[in-house]
């Protein structure tokens, strides 16, 4: 089947450029960009001026299956994400139980093809998520695991957090990190400093991100290994992060898109919502990311996709469970960083489809001839107030219920495939 995408403002996040074009897909390609009429026989999509990007690829996904079905299934994490403009999601492998087997990693294969878009798997780094042992990293990348984490269970061994990167190192394998210094940030609610004092929750500080990344980047040093930082939240962790990338490590970082559009203040009135791991940072630690994110100390923005029940939230602040949900409102988030003239769409795209696809080593991301033609269609613009009701996925936990948003998805192709029109609901 051939598409032609006519009348577009085409996001490229390679050039970093903004160009009106046509667009051409076949067989799931793109095959042409430009100034060109319609094929014969194409489909015509007017775009009417709209914006067309790159499919978003999301790092660090949480789905429920399996164990937590209740909160999460394939099916619905891969309506949300289409209707969200993700085509790709890299899912975490802290399920119950842990992705930590090729039978598991198989099985989660298996379910999610029932998905509307692409689901790649990473799998845990070390037994059950437990860093007591290292996994089968190589038996588990022949069964197609993208990267290996053990997610927000930080290894406090460091002799068996060096021996798994080093064995990762020798076969290439990307490992992603959580840091954090895991005694520090134990029962951890908030943020430590004047603001946590006065609502008296326990806080933790800034300072156990740089810890714990510090203590990464060492082991990266010793052993060689690719790395990639989930998140990082906190000014005091970037000029770590700035001098590993100096020093020439194979070193990137991530940061949630929560972080760079919420910070501490948002949980003054105790709403669950916003409980996150890690947890909110001060105004001035979210401008340093949004920098840092401009100048490419940090690589990759994500939606850190986190589904929890109304019974785990439904909880005292202290005692909640953390996490929210984000694939659907991951791209309109985003957009408040452009409409706040602080990042370009280019640029937003660089951090949430190109530098991802990027580090996985896969081909999406881009808008180039050749490239896979999984495309988001969005109107920047269009504003709404987000009803938490209206999202798809199963859980609802959602921080920007309420919010007043402007930015919505149009249409969501896959492979040239139509996954989502906003015009059919």
Sequence with gaps: ??????????????????????????????????????????????????????????????????????????????????AGGVTTVIARPDTLPAIDTPETLEFVTRRAAEAPVRIRHMAALTKAREGREMTEIGFLLDAGAVAFTDADAVTTDAKVLSRAFTYARSLGALVIGHPQEPGLSAGAACTSGKFASLRGLPGVSPMAERIGLERDLALVEMTGVRYHADQITTARALPALARAKEAGLDVTAGISIHHLTLNEFDVGDYRTFFKLTPPLRSEEDRLAMVAALADGVIDIISSMHTPADEESKRLPFEAASSGAVGLETFLPAALRLYHAGALSLPQLFRAMALNPARRLGLAQGRIAEGAPADLVLFDPDAPFVLDRFSLQSKSKNTPFDGARMEGRVRATFVAGRKVFDAAEG
């Excluded at 996040?13 to 046509?22: D, G, I, V």
């Excluded at 897909?25 to 990007?53: F, K, S, Y």
């Excluded at 660090?60 to 909160?71: A, F, L």
């Excluded at 619905?76 to 289409?82: D, E, H, L, S």
């Design 1 to 82: 089947m051939t598409l032609f995408f006519e009348n577009a403002r085409l996001i490229d996040p390679e050039a970093l450029t903004e160009t009106r074009a046509n667009l051409v897909v076949d067989n799931g390609i793109i095959a042409a960009i430009g100034a060109m009429a319609a094929p014969a026989g194409a489909e015509v999509v007017d775009c009417g001026g709209l914006c067309l990007a790159p499919g978003i690829v999301d790092i660090g996904v949480k789905i429920g299956e399996p164990g937590e079905r209740h909160r999460e299934s394939f099916r619905t994490a891969g309506r949300a994400a289409a």
